[in-house]
């Protein structure tokens, strides 16, 4: 399963040895972390980079946040976008804190096919007042479990992903010179220095932890990108649903959806996509309220939409006929699974 916050973390910490660290020295590391992960096919040679910098004292004090950078071939070569945000860091004075962070594409294995996550892991590098880099990485995948997020057992899984990743975190701490401290054990698992620990000895934290969490977290980040309003269907329900798939750039976003025994319709983003599935859904939200507001039921507010989409860069309706899913449980298990 894939999650929208972290199923866990790792951090590095470098005290360079002269002299002060330059904002470059971020970038470059952040750079270099991702090569450690693309030698394991954990990052893809696409991603996102942003850059931040805020004052040490007061961290409402933004002096610089550029986002969404694509990364190019030479990412810090003269002219590209990042090599501007980084020019742009360079130039400020005071005690600061300077951050770059990439999401990183990448693959994870089942049964020997290949499957991509739009963000797999997040890499953060920070560098705290000219004197002290640290590096973190961030999973979002739960590949590397024993048992999935959903309380399911997944040998095979683990053992096709769980060494690709521990061979990438020894990579990046013999490329930093230091080990990784493991981030605390959270809702979901428990970091360790080559991976993490196997909740099948303990038990999992939490009975179904994507399920308890992940829906509901999902449910605020689209809802956070429209205006509140309660002229609108409801958002759960007991009943079979139906729906259609979403696509945009040859790639599913989403799956729009309505309870076939109930007044229940919504989206739900397809997490693999990364962050273009919720600004796709933030429209397709907006459609069905558009729908509710006409008075249409929630049956025939799906077929309304799937008519009339709201606009090409939300995406098209993939299938002629509607899809049925048992549940919308089992809807939101396609939507969080590959």
């Known amino acids: ?42 990052a893809t040679p696409v991603g ?35 090599s501007r945000a980084v020019a742009e860091a360079d130039s400020l004075e005071g005690d600061l804190v300077v951050g770059v962070r990439i999401d990183c594409p990448g693959y994870w294995l089942e049964s020997g096919t290949k499957h991509r996550a739009e963000k797999m892991f997040t890499i953060q590098v920070d560098i705290w007042k000219s004197s002290l880099l640290v590096v ?27 060494h690709r990743l521990a061979a990438a975190l020894d990579g990046i701490s013999r490329l930093l010179g230091t080990a990784p401290v493991p ?31 992940e829906i509901s977290t999902r449910s605020r980040l689209l809802r956070s990108r429209i205006p509140a309003s309660e002229d ?53 939200l907006l459609r069905l309220r558009d729908a509710h507001g006409q008075g249409l039921s929630a049956l025939a507010a799906l077929s309304w939409v799937a008519q009339s989409s709201p606009r090409p860069e939300a995406g098209l309706v993939v299938e002629d006929t509607p899809q049925l899913a048992p549940s919308l449980d089992a809807l939101e298990e396609l939507s969080g699974r590959y």
């Open 232 to 284: 609108e269907y409801e958002e759960i329900t007991e009943h079979p649903v139906r729906y259609f798939s979403i696509r945009r750039d040859g790639q599913v976003m989403g799956y729009v959806w309505a309870s076939v025994g109930d007044e229940a319709a919504g989206y739900e983003p397809r997490a693999a996509a990364g962050e273009g599935a919720f600004e796709v859904g933030a429209e397709w």
């Open 48 to 82: 996102k980079a942003g850059v931040s910098v805020r004052s040490v004292n007061d961290t409402r004090d933004v002096r610089v946040r550029v986002e969404g950078l694509s990364l190019e071939p030479d990412p810090l070569s003269a002219g590209t976008a990042l």
């Open 136 to 162: 973190t990485l961030e999973t979002y995948v739960d590949a590397w479990l024993t048992m999935d997020t959903r309380d399911r057992e997944q040998p095979e899984v683990h053992a096709e992903n769980a």
């Open 1 to 42: 399963m894939i999650t929208s916050a972290p199923i866990g973390d790792w951090t590095w910490e470098v005290t360079p040895s002269t002299g002060g660290t330059r904002p470059v020295r971020a970038a470059e590391t952040a750079l270099a972390v991702w090569n450690v992960l693309a030698g394991y096919e954990l």
């Open 183 to 213: 981030g605390d054990p959270n809702r979901y698992a428990t970091p360790t220095e080559t991976g993490f620990e196997d909740p099948r000895i303990e038990g999992p934290a939490y009975d179904d932890s994507w399920g308890t969490f």
